[in-house]
């Protein structure tokens, strides 16, 4: 009965590397969602994916952020060219549907940033 | 917009002691849901209600009751005789439609509370 699953637990980058964060819905869950936890800013909605498409991205920045769950496999956050502003926790949450009946959140990603 | 606001910032209390945390929020959607989760200092976000707007009912899980009052568009969370393991920051949340296609969830900036024995 695993709950939602994410790896690794901590990340380090070097400027201007890639950073791959990888979440595994609860089993039966096809929703998906991603927060970002910052210490200053508390805990802010990225993105919003439905197996294989992206519903609501409107808290992803712009640039050099991505994200993806495809049909198999996990949903995948994708940061390109870290700088030392991305070090965050960042948490990956699913449920059942759309209406959140029980949204659970794995235990997050923490990325450092050197 | 919707908005929450969780005006404690830091709440400490001596273990047995009752403690309330408050959650005050603001969206026009007469639809939506109200959600509290626990952080310990592990850092997992750790999941403990969700509320309609449609009902009102108080909740009683163990020492923890949740008061929901849509008159003052708040939703308190009393812990009772509290403990040390209780130790943590506790998110309020709320959850309506953005207009996007989600109920995402918009986040208070949390309480830490703080059980001293």
């Known amino acids: 009965n695993a709950g939602v699953m994410q790896n690794p637990r901590h990340l380090v980058r070097r400027r201007g590397q890639e950073a791959r964060l990888r979440c595994s819905p609860m089993k039966g869950h096809s929703h998906v969602y991603w927060y970002r936890q910052l210490p200053e800013e508390g805990l802010k909605f990225m993105v919003y994916?439905?197996?294989?498409?992206?519903?609501?991205e409107s808290g992803m920045p712009k640039e050099r952020f991505s994200a993806e769950f495809p049909k198999e496999g996990p949903s995948i956050l994708r940061i390109q060219q870290v700088v030392r502003g991305d070090s965050a926790a960042y948490f990956c949450?699913?449920?059942?549907?759309?209406?959140?009946?029980?949204?659970?959140f794995g235990s997050g990603t923490q990325l450092s940033v050197l | 917009a919707q908005k929450v606001t969780q005006a404690q910032t830091e709440i400490s209390v001596v273990e047995k002691e009752d403690v309330t945390l408050d959650c005050v929020y603001e969206t026009r959607d007469t639809t939506y849901y109200l959600f509290w989760y626990k952080q310990p200092p592990s850092g997992e976000l750790v999941f403990l209600i969700r509320r309609n707007s449609f009902d009102e009912q108080n909740e009683i899980s163990g020492r923890y009751s949740w008061n929901f009052q849509k008159s003052t568009s708040s939703f308190n969370f009393t812990i009772t005789a509290s403990q040390v393991v209780d130790s943590a920051v506790y998110f309020c949340a709320l959850s309506a439609n953005s207009g996007a296609g989600s109920y995402q969830l918009t986040f208070g900036k949390g309480t830490k509370l703080s059980v001293i024995p």
């Open positions: 994916l439905q197996k294989e498409n992206i519903i609501d």
């Open positions: 949450a699913s449920s059942r549907d759309r209406f959140n009946e029980k949204l659970l």
